[in-house]
């Protein structure tokens, strides 16, 4: 009998699942009258990204920043404002497609994607087979965007490609560091490392970079310690050591290059951002280290000042590359959604549409970058900043 | 007609009935449900992964809970079937156009590579007992992570190309099946809920079969008395291999339904998280009770997402329901509380909880 209750409870909990089912996907075309010419929209705008585990410190990055602006918009005159709501993936494939399904349920009609690229691509077929306009801050691989067999014609990114990173890379090697000998370390099991690994090899290949240490790998599991890789590149003789990697196990790199008196040029890319705010870790560490980042927190222009001071009074930290992303994401949407003149009357699939064309030819001003413009396979147009940390700042290197 | 029915419904055969109706009763509900009224998107598509999860579960329960085995290495087997499902199903693709069929053929294959490997690894593993088994197995689930996170595997014009560690496959006009750390991508989503559901059958069938058998009693009786069972002439090696190679070859078989769920899948998925996450479900729902395993896997895997309106809370609320429900299923008061009312309830004296 006890057992039978427990079916039944079971049963029940799994029933009232499945009438949270409400909202619907035809948020905002209720009236069918024609709108007034000052009536205010809400566009419900979604995102899934880690809020829990170990990558939730980009999660958090981003909903704060895209928070701000989304907060910044509906406290502005604009008609167009944003309804935010954002899903935990814990950066997890199969929770991106249940996050997905939330927001999808909760009725989303422009989405801000995926924080990261493992989850990205899990839902990218989602969000192409269901017509809603996304453009990731964040998530770089390029299987979020297109894959080999088909392009998902409204999924969109702010940030670089990992290729992209990978080629920008090793051109800039070519034309600052052509005599120097590269080593390599990356993370072998991280989509993102690898993706701009291999990339950057290829190219490299082609600059005739004298790549004297390439086997470098890393994995998650042995993220701590990487004596034998910095021995192995301090031995085959180079003297600028590229990191296609996040900012943590690169402090650990930093750190212990410098223990065993190794001391050559550090090269990162996009990830390496963050390493100057990264808690207990010894800034002088980095000095002179190079990076390739589309955002400077420290940049003296009226917007990054502006973005900065509102992320530090909300939340006390100096915001990374994801935020910013974010952020230029949230005002890219909205800078569409004003060009295409949208309002109540808009269907679900002729936003998705519109939106596509007015990203396709667009040109937009953000934090990341002057006059972005948005390639048919949803990949982002702007030029690379190298800068390279002195005094503890970053001063642009060029 | 009365025989088969007093026969399935005898004190030997009630459990295993009372399995199949459960299931079979949840698969017409959820059927009605979805056909008649528009259900949510975050219910379709909770269906699949939660049947292969009671799968592995169930599979897993097999090796903890009848075999007396402690695996921590369960993700490992289901990454295998996983993987050989992806690849057999992306080159059987453009022949076999039927996506049942298709279904069929990759989880049988993704079953049979699995088990293989269950046997391969049951030869040295089995020959420990206890912690050892423990971390043989914990060490067996990240070889296999590792192994999987280099592989390049594709085929083209020229065949199918294979390379290890660094990828230099380079494909004319192909496609690449696994590209290590990024794993498989653009996979045909063709796994259903009604294959689900019969895997779940078929898995309760065998499983069933098994520790009804004479193989399933020395298994127990191996895992209640080593020593004793020995005595009388049992064969333990052979007895817990048997069940730890059909352990895995389900697991594998679960692999592959979940893989074809998805468009893409990454070998870190299966770490030593998902393999705890599992024995939680197992160790949740009771080890040896098939039914509770079943129950606990629907409930723990569904409430994460239940308490997705908690936001920021959700992770903190969920452990706590789960630290909470351990301690009060596992406290002597709160049973003889629990049997108390019962017994008031149903006018019964005895009551298992």
Redesign the interface.
């Known amino acids: 009998m006890k057992k039978l209750l427990v079916v039944l409870l079971s049963i029940l909990c799994v029933l009232s699942l499945a009438g949270c089912s409400n909202g619907g996907n035809g948020g905002g075309n209720s009236g069918e009258d024609a709108p007034a010419a000052d009536e205010t929209v809400y566009v419900k705008l979604g995102c899934s990204g880690p809020l829990s585990g170990d990558a939730k410190v980009y999660g958090e990055a981003v909903r704060n920043a895209a928070q701000i602006a989304v907060d910044e918009i509906n406290a502005s005159d604009s008609n167009i404002k944003f309804e935010f709501n954002m899903a935990d993936d814990e950066a997890d494939g199969e929770k991106a497609v249940s996050a997905y399904s939330s927001l999808y349920d909760w009725g989303m009609q422009v989405s801000l994607f995926t924080v990261t690229s493992g989850s990205g691509a899990a839902v990218a077929a989602n969000y192409d087979e269901d017509k809603i306009f996304a453009i990731t801050p964040s998530g770089s691989a390029t299987a979020l965007v297109y894959t080999a067999e088909k392009n998902f014609p409204g999924n969109f990114q702010m940030c670089f490609t990992d290729p992209n990173q990978g080629v920008a890379s090793a051109d800039y090697m070519a034309e600052h560091f052509a005599d120097k000998k590269i080593g390599i370390i990356y993370k072998s099991d991280d989509v993102y490392s690898a993706g701009v690994y291999e990339k950057f090899m290829s190219e490299a290949a082609a600059k005739n970079l004298n790549v004297v240490y390439k086997d470098g790998a890393f994995t998650n599991d042995s993220a701590t310690d990487f004596s034998t890789q910095l021995t192995a590149a301090k031995d085959a003789g180079a003297d600028l050591v590229f990191l296609p990697i996040y900012y943590q196990p690169a402090s650990l790199i930093l750190k212990q290059a410098s223990d065993m008196g190794y001391a050559p040029t550090f090269f990162g890319v996009d990830g390496m951002d963050g390493i100057l705010t990264l808690e207990g870790f010894d800034t002088s560490l980095a000095e002179g280290l190079y990076l390739l980042t589309p955002f400077a927190a420290d940049a003296d222009d009226e917007l990054t000042k502006h973005f900065v001071d509102a992320y530090v009074s909300a939340h006390g930290e100096t915001p990374n590359q994801f935020a910013a992303d974010a952020y230029d994401c949230v005002y890219a949407i909205h800078q569409a959604l004003e060009n295409i003149g949208y309002n109540s009357m808009y269907s679900t699939n002729a936003l998705y549409d519109d939106m596509i064309a007015q990203f396709t030819t667009m040109t937009f001003n953000g934090l990341t970058g002057e006059n972005m413009t948005w390639a048919e396979n949803g990949e982002v147009s702007k030029a690379p900043k190298a800068v390279i940390i002195e005094n503890g700042v970053y001063v642009s290197a060029d | 007609m009365k025989n088969i029915l007093t026969n399935l419904f005898n004190k030997k055969n009630r459990g295993r009935t009372?399995s199949f109706i459960?299931v079979i009763?949840?698969y017409a509900?959820?059927e009605i449900?979805?056909h008649s009224?528009?259900?949510?998107?975050?219910?379709?598509?909770?269906l699949v992964?939660t049947c292969c999860y009671i799968v592995l579960a169930l599979s897993l329960n097999l090796v903890v809970g009848f075999s007396g085995e402690l695996s921590l290495g369960h993700a490992g087997f289901m990454a295998i079937g996983a993987f050989t499902a992806v690849c057999v199903s992306g080159l059987i693709g453009s022949v076999i156009v039927n996506d049942i069929l298709r279904l069929i053929i990759s989880i049988i294959a993704g079953c049979v590579v699995s088990g293989i490997f269950g046997l391969i690894i049951s030869v040295p593993v089995l020959k420990l007992s206890g912690d050892y088994l423990a971390i043989v197995t914990l060490a067996f689930g990240?070889i296999i992570k590792?192994l999987i996170?280099?592989i390049f595997f594709g085929y083209d014009a020229n065949g199918l190309q294979f390379s290890f560690v660094n990828?230099s496959l380079e494909l004319q006009n192909g496609?690449?099946l696994l590209s290590?750390?990024?794993g498989a991508?653009?996979t045909a989503?063709i796994s259903n809920f009604t294959a689900g559901i019969i895997l779940i059958l078929i898995t309760l069938y065998v499983i069933y079969s098994l520790i009804d058998s004479k193989y399933g009693r020395t298994i127990m009786a191996a895992r209640d008395n080593r020593i004793a069972a020995e005595s009388i002439g049992v064969n333990i090696s052979k007895t817990k291999t048997l069940a730890f190679v059909i352990s895995a070859s389900l697991a594998g078989a679960a692999g592959a339904l979940y893989a074809l769920n998805?468009?893409?899948?990454?070998?870190?998925?299966f770490d030593f998280n998902t393999s705890i996450l599992v024995l939680v479900y197992v160790v949740f729902g009771g080890l040896g009770n098939i039914?509770g395993t079943m129950?606990s896997t629907?409930?723990l895997y569904?409430l994460p997402?239940?308490l997705?309106s908690l936001?920021?809370y959700?992770?903190l609320i969920y452990a706590v329901v789960l630290i909470v429900v351990m301690q009060v299923t596992n406290s002597a008061r709160v049973r003889e509380l629990?049997n108390r009312i019962?017994s008031k309830v149903?006018k019964?004296r005895e009551?298992?909880?």
């Open positions: 009372l459960i009763l949840a509900g959820i449900l979805t009224v528009r259900v949510s998107r975050l219910f379709t598509s909770l992964p990240q590792s996170n280099n990828n496609k690449m290590g750390p990024m991508t653009d989503k998805y468009s893409t899948l990454q070998p870190s998925k039914n129950i629907t409930v569904i997402e239940l997705r936001r920021d959700r992770m629990v019962s149903f019964k009551v298992r909880l």
